[in-house]
């Protein structure tokens, strides 16, 4: 072993002990007659001295010589520090060297490895093993690994068995894009690396596993958006012989530990909302539940009067931002400009002060009077000191307008707390939608999500109208986990491939062996799937989910330290039964 | 909830309880006026009754009508049986069945759900799901489950951090073949699936992570052998400022510990054995040491006689087989029958009965005396009443040989006790082994290992001869896992590559990224892999890997359960910018 202790372990008690250090120069202060070292590793930093009354002048010398980075061992003795720091634990003590071996030199890193450092996001990537080193990138792995523990072993307490299943597996158009793997040995014919183990986990119900999870890698080949990865990491669970409620109360409870146990929050309810509601109520089937600004629905109180903009809107919609009366009319300029952003897209927004006296001050006061203004207050909420904010339009973006610019206000209010975390449910999706693009529905979850068992008549009359026995979990305003119960039978199965326009042999050529597999004594199942990367972020209270990632590819997939992807061999394409067919 | 309890559970102190069950028919006997019914889920079986008595005719009805696999779910009281079953934990109880439910009904199943099933390897495959209600397999997924979390929580309480590599990576030539993956946004470009984190795990160690593990799934593209995949899963280490006897001592924790937890056995030593001394004594890198049957070298006293069969042999090697004295004609022949079957490829065996009277009797007899034969004995150790079976040859050749011979003898004594350990490791095997086919070295382990340094010299003149620091954990002659100290310099990487037969373009193109992070501060480190399914099938007691595995492919890389691989689009592939280039 190189080291006795790490660089993060000693303090005043260990004093006159002889110990060995090994880690990295931090940073080397060198007075001339006096040269201090900060050593760092995993566990902290532990500061060197090395000085002319006490050390000999090869041993400064070799001392001055070191760069930063350095791997070094050395001995010495623990002594007290003359000026302790206090923001350190190890900041009592220091080590007076005796003996100094450089492991490893090091070139000067091109950027700083400290907590705010001077490197830019592709300086990082490409040298990701020295952004390691960082105390915030380290920090988010190891607590990354604390949660992966969390989940394991309170799934397992729970008497769930973690089971692998395979990575390389069958191809379905179905869903997103799948990445491909050729087969050597099975000429012409191809692997598909799983965008989830869905089906597998199914068989897993039918094989009579009760209680399964997995945390897995999948994969969709996909274009990235930011914060996209082409892999990613689920928490994937399924359990049969349960119905909906049995499901959610079941990662209720994981979510209510690892909240405990990761954050130290004990929440106090775990609220439930349908779909429907949500979209109502806050525009977003996952809605940030930690504040207000609930959406009041106004047409009833804002048209058949002379206002032409509401009167022609389908939706004329608005929320009380608490406190907000004192905006300066500069800074509501700012937000009507930012509504009409094209991201955003609205055509305008109308506004209402709610001054202290008890009136009020609107944008629209030629064409509604302050009984009107007092209903508006009265259905958005809004009290003394609040401004009522207003837009107008096609219901379903006017409703994705107003909760942006809600998140928005949330943001610049403070109210979106990373130490505060407020779960929700939201139940009852529908089962399927439709897509403009292929003009046919869509699975909403995916094919094997099971309808409200009386709503499959509505399947033939009204599809987009059929709810689904399938929830989200959303945990202060972002999706970290959602699933349904699944069909069981294969008749419901194949009524529903019919639906998503898959022909009797389609069906049978993707899905067959599941189908076959319903035949045989399929339990009623239902199940849930985490998408863990986000979940630590949150967890964390970060946004991006990149640090939590050691090894993150860039929005082009590619991964620019190891430079992959990349071209392959003449030789191994031809192995693989394989030509190059390029478009450019 | 479909359940109040599962189907392993109740007891006699749960008698008279009103229960709900759920789960699979296993058996129904039908006695006409009284029917029993087996009711199974994962944790047991339970009993249903149904009898004229106490039950409707409706009821009776039925459950007569129920089929083998049928999901159902029942209602009832638990009364006291008649005749109590005492092989099962509920044998003491039944089911007085109120109300019946059919949840799904199911096919006759191609083979029977029993623990010695009738089905054929290959028809369990094509219905695993049926396969895995089976109690063995079953088991033997709930095994692999305890065993990944002890290895987790040890590791984990042990310091160490699991971080997930990326499966998305770049491909090297260096090693087995890489399954590669095609990527659409990068036209031209593959991603390599990892044959291992190797690279990864060595960054981690230069960013400051000085104990990573995983438990990841591997790929490697071979012409697989019985017992081979094309995925498997490695528990997969690495550690810093370590030296090779850190590394043994820290894993022969975990195995100490698994052996404790899993199998409940405290293994009294671990011995080291290098690979020099495992060749020369057991003619095999892994050797099952938990019998004897030591080699003995008998050229001394063997050669410069009549008998020229050995005077002209490199090796002549002996090992005592205990008790086998009492082995007749028929079965020494069939012996030697064995050893010369081309697979082991002896040319013929010699050999040497102990006499209880302390004599010799032997097939050579004409060319040695009685004082001969006690040499033999005192050299492979032989006892009154053993065996000695004696083979010659080329050393090398006849090593392996006597080897086989020596397992298959084990084997037949019943010296191979599934339920006895004995763990070991297997040291300073050599850096590097020549390659006939393409006459040159390969690295014995992988081009990152380190050579021992005081040997570094002898690469040029004596490559062969050379050194690593590289080892073996050895258990009951099964390889479980290997490891080495690395290379941390850019010189003795560059020295390795140029011995590989790298060029220096080459080395950069494939490997420039560690040599570039090696650069920037890279500590002493070294690690090991375990291969999860074999050690968890030798846990278990177990020759095979299958049923540890949940969704295993068949020798020629296919999941004949899911019809994987299978042909793809046109258009995905032109979305790849690949067409096909068949052979035939």
């Known amino acids: 072993m190189y080291r006795s202790h790490n660089c993060g372990e000693l303090r005043t008690s260990n004093e006159s002990e002889n110990v060995t ?27 060197l001295i090395f000085d002319e009354e006490r050390s000999s002048k090869t041993l400064i010398d070799q001392a001055q010589k070191l760069g930063r980075e350095f791997v070094i ?107 491909v793997v050729p087969s050597r040995m099975n000429e ?15 068989l ?81 089937d996952k809605p940030d539940i930690r504040f207000g600004m609930v959406f009041g629905e106004l047409n009833a109180v804002t048209q058949h009067k002379d206002f032409n903009v509401f009167n ?43 001054n202290d006296d008890g009136s009020y001050k609107s944008s629209v006061d030629k064409f509604y009077d302050q009984d009107d203004f007092s209903k508006w207050a009265e259905i958005t909420g809004a009290q003394t000191g609040d401004l009522i904010c207003v837009l107008s339009g096609d219901a379903s973006k006017v409703r994705g307008q107003l909760s942006a610019l809600r998140m928005e206000l949330a943001e610049q209010l403070g109210l979106r707390k990373p130490d505060e975390f407020a779960p929700l449910w939201v139940v009852d999706f529908p089962l399927l939608e439709w897509d403009e693009e292929t003009e046919r529905y869509h699975a909403m979850h995916h094919p094997f999500t099971s309808p409200k068992p009386d709503q499959i008549a509505l399947l033939d009359t009204d599809p987009g109208a059929v709810k689904a026995n399938a929830y989200d979990l959303v945990l202060n305003g972002n999706e970290i986990g959602g699933g349904s119960i699944r069909i069981h039978d294969k008749e419901t199965q194949a009524l529903m491939f019919d639906h998503l326009g898959f022909t009797k042999e389609e069906a049978k050529d993707q899905f067959g062996f599941l189908m076959n597999a319903f035949e045989f004594g399929a339990p009623p199942h239902g199940g849930i799937a985490f998408g863990l990367d986000r979940l630590v972020a949150i967890l964390g209270g970060q946004e991006t989910i990149r640090d939590f990632i050691a090894f993150p590819k860039n929005n082009s997939g590619r991964d620019v330290m190891i430079d992959a992807p990349s071209p392959i061999d003449e030789e191994q394409l031809a192995e693989l039964s394989l030509k190059l067919n390029l478009k450019s």
Chains 1, 2 share one sequence.
């Open 21 to 47: 250090l090994a880690g990295w120069v931090h940073k080397v202060r060198d007075k001339g007659f006096m040269v201090w070292v900060d050593l760092r590793d995993r566990y902290g930093i532990t500061q």
């Open 73 to 179: 061992q050395v001995e010495g003795k623990v002594i007290e520090r003359a000026s302790k720091n206090p923001n350190i634990p190890t900041g009592d003590i220091e080590i007076l060297v005796a003996k100094l071996v450089v492991l490893n030199e090091a070139l000067l890193p091109p950027f700083t490895i400290e907590d705010k450092t001077d490197g830019g996001e592709e300086l990082r990537m490409k040298y990701r093993y020295l952004d390691i080193r960082r105390n915030p990138v380290k920090e988010s792995l190891i607590f990354r690994h604390r949660v992966t523990q969390e989940v394991r072993n309170y799934l397992t307490n729970e008497g769930f068995i973690d089971v692998e299943t395979p990575y390389l597996i069958k191809s379905t158009p179905e869903g997103a894009r799948d990445f």
């Open 188 to 202: 012409g014919q191809f692997y598909a690396l799983p965008q989830s183990p869905q089906t597998f986990k199914q």
């Open 204 to 284: 897993l119900m039918i094989g009579g596993i009760d209680k399964y999870f997995q945390i897995v890698k999948c994969f969709r080949d996909e274009d990235l958006r930011a914060d996209r990865q082409p892999e990613f990491t689920q928490i994937d669970c399924e359990m049969s012989f349960v119905e909906q409620e049995d499901v959610l109360n079941a990662f209720e409870g994981l979510t209510r530990h690892l909240l405990k146990e990761i954050n130290g929050v004990e929440v106090s309810s775990f609220p439930r909302m349908t779909f429907d509601e949500a979209i109502k109520k806050y525009g977003n």
């Open 312 to 354: 022609s809107a389908e939706l004329v919609v608005g929320i009380a931002v608490p406190g907000a009366n004192s905006f300066t009319r500069k800074e509501i300029d700012k937000l009507i400009d930012w509504v009409k952003r094209p991201q955003i897209g609205a055509l305008g927004m109308v506004y209402c002060r709610c």
